[in-house]
């Protein structure tokens, strides 16, 4: 089995944005909720059993059970009677922010650090759509539940054999993505090591040096546009918080961060794939 994750950039209209954003704003919520049944069951166990804390007091029963992920995916649909907002959004889709949840508690379960956090508002910036009966693209578009058809780069076709298993829709500043992931039930071959190797160091004066004698500087693309970075931010601080004023210039600062990461990436991939030119050749 082969799976990959292709992403294209798409151009939802005025009103399929703000539904997008709305649904991440009530999947945040979801999420928090969920988190903070998890700490007042965790916080009820730390209470001393011959006296009250001075501080706070959680009053649980001592049979209650752990909120557990089965537990809360089926108050989901109680839920939606009482908060009819929770029904706008697709049932997979919040269900998946409940899910991401759990896999937090998990990951800090397993690691005893990296306690899940609250998240502040903007902060949910995906949704996740977990799966299609049929493939969501169609030409130059991509088919989302509730959502209607979405002007997609299909920069890359997808490859011949491969199915549409997920989709995920990301928001970076003011720009969306769609991350997909394919899949195809193939088997990969184990190739045996062949062409030229080479060995590969990474350093502070030389972010690489190679064994070939190949010195590569760090680019410091940071630095380069800390100053119109800084910029900005500083425009920024001088803005009344959620006003529109400062929601414009919040846009600017984000871009120019996400210009920084693209710029930095592209970076990577260019040397990850000279030096597998350089090996296979």
Not at 82 to 97: H, I, K, T
Request: aromatic residues 10%.
């Amino acid at each position: 089995m082969l799976t990959m994750t292709y992403r294209y950039r798409i151009y939802p209209d005025t009103t399929q944005q703000e539904k997008l954003s709305g649904w991440m704003e009530t999947c945040r919520v979801a999420y928090n909720y969920g988190l903070a049944e998890i700490k007042d069951w965790c916080n009820s166990r730390k209470c001393l059993i011959d006296r009250c804390s001075i501080k706070h007091e959680y009053i649980m029963p001592t049979d209650l059970p752990f909120p557990k992920e089965i537990k809360q995916l089926n108050a989901l649909p109680k839920a939606k009677k009482v908060f009819p907002r929770l029904g706008e959004v697709p049932s997979q889709v919040l269900q998946q922010a409940v899910k991401q949840l759990h896999r937090g508690w998990e990951t800090f379960q397993a690691r005893g650090t990296g306690f899940p956090r609250f998240k502040k508002y903007g902060q949910f910036k995906s949704l996740l759509f977990p799966q299609f009966k049929e493939s969501p693209i169609a030409g130059n578009t991509i088919l989302l539940p509730k959502i209607g058809n979405i002007l997609i780069n299909l920069h890359r076709p997808i490859p011949d054999g491969f199915a549409i298993k997920q989709v995920r829709i990301v928001k970076k500043a003011d720009i969306w993505y769609a991350s997909i992931s394919i899949q195809s039930d193939v088997n990969v071959p184990n190739h045996k090591p062949h062409g030229h190797p080479i060995g590969v160091d990474i350093g502070l004066e030389k972010l690489i040096a190679t064994s070939d004698g190949v010195l590569v500087k760090p680019p410091k693309f940071f630095r380069k546009m800390q100053s119109e970075l800084k910029s900005l931010q500083r425009r920024l601080s001088r803005k009344k918080k959620r006003s529109n004023n400062y929601e414009k210039q919040r846009i600017k600062v984000a871009r120019m961060q996400h210009t920084i990461d693209n710029t930095r990436s592209y970076f990577h991939f260019k040397q990850a794939h000279i030096f597998c030119v350089s090996l296979l050749a």
